[in-house]
């Protein structure tokens, strides 16, 4: 079995990407809110949220450009999601 170069990219929300509901790292609790945050937030894009592993910040900085706010919004707002 060949490893893609892709393995590694998230591209929008699956019943996989929900981590673990403990996990309190900001990316682990984008993981398990991906689908509600896309409901409350129609104009990101996948291209928005296309992003490979060690690219979180690049994916928030898009999100924060798409929705005319600060990268530190972005991240409170991730961080104190109710789920």
């Not at 170069?5 to 993981?31: A, C, I, P, V």
């Not at 979180?56 to 109710?82: G, L, P, Q, V």
Request: net charge negative.
């Amino acid at each position: 079995m060949s490893l893609d170069k892709d393995n590694n990219k998230h591209r929008g929300y699956t019943e996989d990407s929900k981590l673990n509901s403990s996990d309190d790292s900001l990316e682990g609790r984008w993981s398990n809110i991906q689908a509600d945050y896309r409901k409350k937030n129609p104009s990101i894009t996948d291209e928005d949220l296309d992003f490979k592993s060690g690219e979180f910040d690049h994916m928030i900085a898009s999100i924060a450009r798409r929705t005319n706010r600060s990268t530190d919004e972005i991240k409170n707002e991730i961080r104190n999601w109710d789920y």
